[in-house]
């Protein structure tokens, strides 16, 4: 690959000839990265560039007392007298209310970010009244028209009743083109269809303003498009071209050409008409380790955004090594590859020097496990914060996810998608069920929150299938709450949608998927209609039968995720809750900080571990209340209350205990407290009862013991069954009544078989009351 010619044309400071444009709706919480990361490029060329947030720009002027009031003044349409009056309400203290949501204050003031957000919403619904057929809310503005078609974008670009755009642009986009005396060339980035309307708006009114500009648009939608594109195009009447994939190459090739005034044949990834054809051009791949740091300083960091922060993106990848079924990301972009840890590092070092951030969105696709034991060593000295998107793996464990919580990470998004491994092979995931429970209790033990992201009715997933995984995921976030002390976890679910570009839609009868007629007239549109003709699997197990008889209600009750606050939000909350800056005090949710010379300290079993269950030269603690289990060696256990210096042998004893008392299964013994009493000890009235979401089940002459929440299956011997029968009734079974029903000398077995239970989730303990009536009514 050959390197682009430095520019030499214009090497001096001055009036920028170059803008790029972010426009309208993307994310209003943060700033998008496409344009920070051209603009350095394009600045280390020497090129006099300017970027142009129009999202956030187009945001901060509608949520103003002056921006809605000059909106709603200059509309034909009017409000009626309560709806007025909400809308004035609102508007006189929208400023107060966007102030907020980007003051610190709104990460831990829940009720005043609601109320917050209450006022925006009421604003941005007056302007929805105001515009018929609009819907506006923080995360889309949905227009009357819609990008599904050349037809309905080029009507929306003149139709000053149904495009919010058209006015909002004459204030925050109109003013800075004609303060741009030198202006060749407006760079509009286009990642979504949600983009498309505005990007094409502000292209008129640039064309209006300055029609000598060149204008080009690029963009991952833009990508997925451009095949739909035919000379003569409507669009080439708005832009003047256009650039496919990846743009850091093409972008300064094409100002070079530009401001040389060369034909632009030649640029990498150009659509551009020629006469009556278009001109297209093979694209370049940039490489990752020259990738400048992105330049943020013409966004408004300070106050544009609604969400305190700034939360700054950064990549250490580029596309996706897998190839879903549902998914087009692998083919409207270019090769996987992942950037040197150091460079990211180096990347964070700078925009936190440059900025004062410590807050990093990783806007990865996926953050590969590799990628993520990178950043753990070279993170793990640095006090930033930072989240991103990773996916289910065999290799993340207790000691990857520990690191990363060391080295920042309060929060990843995963896709579970499904939690059927016969969806999930359809889905083509590489993922086994069965690492998803794991994964999520080590990410969640080391105190990370998660989003589990959810896909209902793939090709071939049956209605009970779709309520098993939501079943699932909502225990999950039950367990990150009331097991972990991380309440910030999330789930969401949406319906499948075929994706023009996904495998599914190039091999549809490898899907037993039918593509129906497709509007001519939609010829945008990435959403195609389809059939499933195959069959739909059956409930086979007990379980299977028993989540499809209460599939209604699971799904019905199931709202997923949609009222949740956005990413950034959750993620500044999550590192609040868990020790962020300007919180000198806080830990990590139940994990006290051992001190300096915790190996000093007389410990003990803390309270609330009650059980001991023996096994060997191990002894199991259990704390029924959580359902959280330790083992350790029995003599290091017999030997408490002491201090780890008295009792450990070796250092992997020392770290035991220390973990140990990092996750309050040991305690200081405080002066003046009494210590271990019988009441500690495996008893009588303790009580056992099956775990949570555990059904004791029959297929054919097989008994099993199965989980709903972790997938766990046990298939029982005739004397475990019968002890699980006991166990199942709906009072449980105490621990006396089990040891009195066993054969004289088969209590070891017995506690074995309990300690199996327990390490599986399968089983639950309790200690009753202890009155001695309620302990002989149990017994």
Not at 543 to 551: G, L, P, S, Y
Not at 669 to 681: F, I, K, N, R
Not at 690 to 719: C, F, H, M, N
């Amino acid at each position: 690959m050959h390197a682009p010619t430095p520019i030499s044309t214009h090497d001096k400071p001055g009036s920028p000839r170059v803008l790029l444009v972010n426009p309208p709706l993307w994310n209003p919480y943060a700033p998008h990265l496409a344009v920070p990361l051209l603009l350095a490029v394009l600045r280390r060329h020497h090129v006099a560039a300017a970027a142009l947030d129009l999202s956030a720009e187009t945001m901060r002027h509608l949520l103003s007392p002056d921006g809605a009031g000059e909106y709603a003044a200059h509309r034909d349409q009017t409000l009626g007298a309560r709806a007025r009056d909400q809308f004035e309400a609102a508007r006189s203290s929208v400023d107060r209310a966007a102030a907020f949501l980007r003051s610190p204050q709104s990460v831990t003031d829940i009720d005043g970010y609601r109320a917050a957000t209450a006022v925006c919403h009421a604003v941005l619904n007056g302007i929805a009244a105001l515009t018929p057929g609009a819907e506006l809310s923080f995360d889309r503005f949905d227009l009357r028209h819609r990008p599904v078609s050349t037809h309905q974008v080029m009507h929306a670009v003149t139709d000053a009743v149904h495009n919010p755009y058209l006015p909002v642009f004459e204030s925050v986009l109109v003013p800075r083109l004609r303060a741009l005396p030198d202006l060749e060339v407006v760079g509009l980035s286009v990642s979504a269809d949600s983009q498309l309307i505005a990007a094409l708006t502000a292209a008129r009114l640039i064309k209006r303003e300055r029609p000598d500009v060149h204008i080009t648009v690029g963009g991952n939608f833009v990508t997925r498009i451009a095949d739909r594109l035919w000379p003569g195009h409507p669009f080439f009447t708005l832009v003047d071209s256009l650039v496919c994939y990846e743009g850091e190459e093409s972008l300064v090739d094409l100002v070079d050409r530009l401001l040389a005034g060369r034909a632009l044949h030649g640029v990498p990834g150009i659509v551009v008409p020629d006469g009556a054809e278009l001109h297209r051009c093979p694209s370049a791949t940039a490489s990752l380790a020259e990738l400048p740091v992105p330049d943020f300083t013409d966004h408004p960091l300070a106050d544009g955004y609604l969400a305190p922060g700034p939360v700054l993106p950064v990549i250490a990848s580029r596309s996706c090594a897998w190839k879903c079924a549902f998914c087009a990301i692998p083919f409207a972009s270019d090769k996987f590859r992942i950037r040197a840890p150091e460079a990211v590092v180096a990347e964070m070092d700078e925009l936190h020097r440059r900025h004062g951030t410590r807050h990093f969105q990783f806007v990865d696709e996926i953050l590969t496990v590799r990628s993520m034991r990178a950043l753990s060593r070279g993170l793990a000295d640095r006090d930033y914060r930072w989240y991103g998107e990773t996916r289910f793996s065999p290799t993340i464990d207790r000691r990857l996810t520990d690191a990363l919580y060391t080295a920042g990470c309060r929060r990843l998004d995963l896709g579970l998608e499904s939690y059927n491994q016969d969806v999930l092979d359809r889905m083509r995931k590489d993922i086994k069920a069965s690492w998803i429970a794991p994964n999520l209790d080590a990410l969640l033990a080391s105190g990370i929150s998660v989003h589990l992201f959810g896909i209902a009715g793939f090709p071939g997933e049956a209605r009970w299938q779709t309520a098993r995984t939501v079943e699932f995921a909502a225990a999950t976030l039950a367990r990150s709450r009331e097991r972990y002390a991380v309440p910030d976890s999330t789930f969401g679910i949406g319906p499948f949608v075929l994706d023009a570009l996904s495998p599914v839609a190039a091999a549809p009868d490898r899907y037993q998927v039918r593509l129906l007629y497709q509007d001519p007239g939609e010829d945008l549109q990435m959403a195609l209609r389809y059939d499933y003709f195959g069959p739909l699997p059956e409930p086979r197990s007990a379980e299977d039968r028993d989540i499809a008889a209460r599939a209604d209600r699971i799904l019905n009750g199931s709202s997923g995720s949609a009222d949740r606050p956005a990413e950034e939000v959750i993620f500044l909350r999550a590192d609040r809750r868990r020790g962020g800056r300007g919180d000198d005090t806080a830990v990590r949710p139940g994990v006290p900080c051992p001190g300096a010379h915790w190996d000093r300290t007389v410990l003990r079993p803390a309270e609330g571990w009650v059980v001991r269950l023996r096994q060997g030269d191990r002894t199991l603690l259990y704390e029924p209340r959580q359902g959280a289990l330790f083992s350790f060696p029995s003599r290091l256990l017999d030997a408490l209350p002491a201090s780890a210096t008295d009792v450990c042998r070796d250092a992997s004893e020392r770290a035991l205990v220390h973990a140990a008392l990092h996750h309050r299964c040991l305690e200081p013994v405080e002066p003046g407290t009494g210590l271990l009493t019988a009441d500690s000890q495996l008893s009588g009235e303790l009580l056992l009862r099956l775990g949570p979401g555990t059904q004791l089940v029959q297929e054919g002459t097989d008994v099993l013991l199965t989980s709903r929440i972790t997938g766990q299956r046990l298939r029982l011997s005739a004397s475990g069954a019968a002890v699980a029968r006991l166990v199942a009734d709906d009072e449980g079974v105490s621990w006396a009544r089990l040891t009195a029903r066993c054969a004289p000398g088969s209590a070891p077995r017995l506690r074995t078989f309990v300690w199996r239970l327990l390490v599986t989730r399968l089983l639950s303990v309790e200690t009753p009351d202890r009155s001695p009536h309620r302990l002989a009514e149990r017994r």
